[in-house]
């Protein structure tokens, strides 16, 4: 598996709740933790999500992670303006390389 | 406050080689792992390449097993990516990355630089 399924784009308004998800396999979602990043036009990448389903200070509680198998989601609640951008999630695939999803844009209507 | 700057990004033909750097501040560059990770025009991130706290372990896609290779001089606070035989689809943003938790290989990506740029063209 080259990179972990997630959705080309999803969308909503603003105060909505939209949810992206991220397949894998077991060597990867099934057995590592998932980590998520939020990827806005022209800034580096921002950690938002680690060991599945924590937030590091200073990410607001309207996004909220968590697993269940080989599948994991990413929920941002209370949809925003400035949420809009690209959202990727990532796990360690087996001990040796680190995998990351196709990316979803998301689009705040 | 924690800062990862890339640099070394350039214009360069196949077949060459060029070498990027990332130099932290702010924290103690020793005690963390480093990852590599890029992305191509139009394309999302791809992972590159890790190594650990002290350069012991290292690990690389197989995109670019063979061809780069993953360094660190800690009393630099600089993180290296040597990239030879390089190809066109090697054009990318290269981003570095620190691991967390301190002296954990297998952690999450806390901080990301901004990224510098290579295209490589005849």
Avoid at chain 1, 35 to 50: M, R, T
Avoid at chain 1, 75 to 84: F, K, W
Wanted: include cysteine; glycine fraction near 12%; hydrophobic fraction near 30%.
């Amino acid at each position: 598996q080259s990179v972990l399924t997630q959705p080309p784009s999803v969308s909503g308004t603003p105060g909505q709740k939209v949810t992206i998800s991220c397949s894998g396999s077991r060597s990867n979602v099934g057995f590592n933790s998932v980590s998520w990043y939020q990827h806005l036009p022209g800034a580096a990448p921002k950690l938002l999500i680690y060991t599945t389903n924590q937030r590091p200070s200073g990410v607001p509680d309207r996004f909220f992670g968590s697993k269940s198998g080989t599948s994991a989601s990413l929920a941002i609640t209370e949809l925003q303006s400035e949420d809009e951008g690209d959202y990727y999630c990532a796990a360690w695939d087996g001990a040796h390389s680190v995998i990351f999803g196709g990316g979803t844009r998301l689009t705040v209507l | 406050q924690v800062q990862l700057v890339e640099s070394g990004g350039t214009l360069v033909q196949p077949g060459r080689s060029l070498r990027l750097s990332c130099t932290g501040s702010g924290f103690n560059f020793y005690n963390y792992g480093m990852h590599w990770v890029r992305q191509a025009p139009g394309k999302g991130l791809e992972w590159v390449s890790v190594t650990s706290h002290d350069g012991s372990e290292s690990y690389y896609a197989d995109s670019v097993k063979g061809r780069f290779i993953i360094s660190r001089d800690n009393s630099k606070n600089t993180l290296y990516l040597q990239m030879n035989n390089v190809r066109n689809d090697d054009t990318a943003v290269y981003y570095c990355a620190r691991v967390r938790p301190l002296r954990v290989l297998r952690g999450w990506l806390d901080t990301w630089g901004r990224g510098a740029l290579v295209s490589v063209s005849s």
